[in-house]
């Protein structure tokens, strides 16, 4: 099990933007890929995007979010971001930043493949 913090949420108006950090003490992150998924109230959990671990090039968002979302890595500070412009009423939720457990071949939010969560940060959009 990886030890995951994820913070950066908070308030911001429709059209702003929220940089998360997902962040480990005691794992080198750089080895996992890292899946960013997100729960509203009331409903599932929803995948969001995937970076894969480093020397695998392969980044994956969900529809919903490309083009506004950014996911990166910062090996020096052992941190993946995701970078959330754009922010529109339909994204408030927890978010929550995931490790994988066994490796795997291709970048994907698919929830089952992440054997390591973090306890989320909350993003709440509103004017």
């Known amino acids: 099990q990886v030890q995951l913090v994820e913070s950066g949420g908070g308030l911001v108006p429709p059209g702003g933007s929220l940089r998360l950090s997902c962040t480990s003490s005691?794992?080198?992150?750089?080895?996992?890929?890292i899946g960013w998924f997100r729960q509203a109230p009331g409903r599932g959990r929803e995948g969001v995007s995937c970076i894969a671990r480093v020397g695998d090039g392969t980044i994956y968002y969900e529809n919903s979010v490309k083009g506004r979302f950014t996911v990166s890595r910062d090996n020096a500070k052992n941190t993946v971001y995701l970078q959330m412009n754009s922010l529109k009423p339909e994204d408030p939720a927890v978010y929550y930043c995931?490790?994988?457990?066994?490796?795997?071949?291709?970048?994907?939010?698919?929830?089952?493949?992440?054997?390591?969560w973090g306890q989320g940060t909350q993003v709440t959009v509103s004017s």
């Open positions: 005691g794992a080198t992150l750089e080895v996992y890929a």
């Open positions: 995931a490790a994988d457990g066994e490796p795997i071949p291709k970048c994907t939010t698919v929830a089952e493949v992440f054997a390591s």
